[in-house]
């Protein structure tokens, strides 16, 4: 089935359990949550005719081969790899729908997951690859993510004459919020409820970042299939409405010290006006925001690059239980990175299919129709517009 | 080519950047060749007095050979000489309460041990 009256979608989702210590290899549980997408699609497979995943991750820990000789995809036509975790993911739904709308593919199969909860030195190791910062920035230390992001959140409180208390109390409520939100969710990795007392006891991990501020690290894995639109689906169908991707004029080994728009992430301004062009969609009527909330400054700073608050207000956005999934502006409806667990984003992509199925239970956004996916806080940046049929 | 962390010139309070003679600009990091005009560079010789534009006090270690040196200063300093120049490293003789966007410092230079090269950290002026 292909033409421009087709609408496609993601047909199922399949994720695991998020823990920090799972006792499984990552074969097993990747394998598990392509199995549960497969099962939940209604799909075999052999119906799986396209694979993608991200290309900076997966094929070091569990490349495409793996899953097509684990799980028995007799027909795959197609691979795509593409970029690192949500951002080549959601670059990745707009490949899965070319390749459905051409007629040359039927059921995209995309999976991601990682075991850094076990294996953690692996979430920092990546950054030794580069040479520039082997040679300039390691031996001063600054290195591991949350050295980069701490940088940020510096940097942003002197440019918005933010006091430390102001700055702390506005990363605490994002932070709360997001347990809040994992605490209704049954795959989250942390769901215990925290308050501010909680939060300003957690240790200092590089000042003004806290624990409490950082993504967790997490065994786990997830996985979708996206397909043409028909009658026969189990569940509602969730469309992909639009994707846009951005890149910044800078080398990678530059972006965490040099940009010249430091803090800021001029690759998520510029896909976001794209997408709301292409899909003649505004801020207003995206329902819930699921963001690459890597650090709780990451998301303030993405969600002012996105439009979605004004410049410096952005430290604000979580007062009041604002991000939880019962106030005016739900974002990361199943606790996030920082909450639910680390999994890169492929998370994201699906908490927003289970909202818009109208399937998230406790956590329903009530009438949610339209999700924005985005990610990450770097040089390159992709969204993704998800919606109910009808 | 690529030595291990910032170079002090032979002039005290001075750093190697790559230069481009044509362009008259520095560029960081160094780059095959000038990002401006893609021609030539060589080392220069610059002032390193600079502002400090970010930082963050570290409290854990990320890796290993961290572990003895915390609580760590980490800073990025834009150098006076030309500002778009932020150079990675770390404030000495400084108090961890008492950096800040904004001080102004000076490069000093800490003598590599056993014959390791030499590391250039930074000051307050």
Redesign the interface.
Same mark, same amino acid.
């Given at each position: 089935m292909s033409g421009s009256g087709t609408n496609v979608g993601i047909r199922g989702i399949g994720e695991t359990h998020y823990l920090r210590k799972s006792g499984r290899t990552l074969d097993d549980l990747q394998a598990t949550a392509i199995r549960d997408a497969l099962s939940d699609a209604e799909l075999s497979p052999s119906d799986i005719d396209a694979v993608v995943t991200d290309c900076a991750i997966m094929p070091l820990s569990y490349s495409v081969d793996k899953a097509i000789s684990q799980l028995g995809l007799l027909n795959v036509r197609h691979v795509g790899t593409f970029s690192t975790g949500l951002i080549g993911l959601n670059y990745g739904l707009d490949f899965a729908r070319s390749l459905v709308l051409a007629g040359k593919a039927s059921n995209v199969l995309f999976y991601f997951g990682v075991d850094w909860g076990s294996a953690t030195g692996n979430a920092?190791s990546y950054h030794e690859r580069f +040479?520039?910062k082997l040679?300039?920035?390691?031996?001063?230390?600054?290195?591991?993510q949350?050295?980069y992001y701490?940088?940020?959140a510096?940097?942003y409180a002197?440019d918005y004459e933010l006091s430390a208390a102001e700055l702390a109390e506005g990363l605490g409520d994002i932070a709360i919020n997001s347990r809040y939100n994992a605490s209704l969710n049954k795959h989250a990795q942390e769901q215990s409820l925290i308050a501010m007392d909680d939060y300003l006891a957690s240790?200092?991990?590089?000042?003004?970042?806290r624990k409490l501020d950082c993504s967790l690290l997490t065994d786990g894995a997830g996985a979708f299939v996206v397909s043409a639109v028909d009658g026969s689906w189990a569940h509602d169908p969730v469309l992909i409405r639009g994707v846009s991707h951005a890149q910044q004029v800078i080398?990678d080994?530059?972006f965490y010290?040099?940009n010249?728009r430091? +803090?800021q992430f001029p690759a998520s301004a510029l896909c976001m006006e794209n997408l709301l062009r292409e899909t003649g969609m505004s801020r207003s009527e995206i329902d819930i925001l699921e963001i690459y909330d890597c650090f709780t400054i990451s998301l303030v700073l993405q969600l002012e690059s996105l439009g979605f608050c004004e410049p410096g207000d952005g430290i604000h956005v979580g007062s009041s239980g604002r991000t939880r999934v019962d106030g005016a502006m739900p974002v990361n409806t199943h606790g996030g990175l920082l909450s639910q667990g680390y999994m890169l984003g492929m998370n994201h992509l699906i908490e927003a299919v289970r909202q818009l199925r109208h399937e998230a239970g406790e956590a329903q956004v009530p009438g949610a129709r339209t999700a924005l996916v985005a990610g990450a806080p770097a040089r390159e940046y992709s969204v993704a517009l998800l919606s109910r049929a009808q | 080519m690529?030595?291990?962390?910032?170079r002090p010139g032979s002039e005290p309070g001075t750093l190697l950047v790559p230069y481009c003679g044509a362009c008259r600009l520095a560029h960081?990091?160094?780059?095959p060749s000038c990002p401006y005009c893609s021609g030539e560079w060589d080392w220069k010789e610059i002032d390193g007095a600079g502002l400090i534009?970010?930082?963050?006090?570290?409290?854990?270690a990320?890796?290993a050979e961290?572990a003895g040196?915390l609580p760590?200063v980490?800073a990025?300093v834009a150098l006076n000489a030309q500002p778009?120049i932020?150079?990675?490293?770390?404030i000495v003789d400084c108090g961890?309460g008492d950096a800040r966007?904004?001080l102004g410092v000076t490069p000093v230079v800490e003598e590599g041990a056993d014959g390791a090269e030499a590391?250039v950290n930074y000051r307050p002026a």
């Open positions: 920092y +040479p520039m040679h300039y920035e390691l031996p001063y230390g600054f290195y591991g949350p050295v701490a940088t940020y510096q940097r002197y240790p200092l991990i590089a000042d003004p970042l080398d080994q530059d010290t040099q010249p430091h +803090p | 690529v030595k291990r962390g910032l960081w990091y160094p780059k534009f970010t930082f963050s006090v570290v409290r854990r990320f890796s961290l040196r760590l980490v990025t778009d932020r150079l990675v490293t770390n961890a966007i904004g590391l």
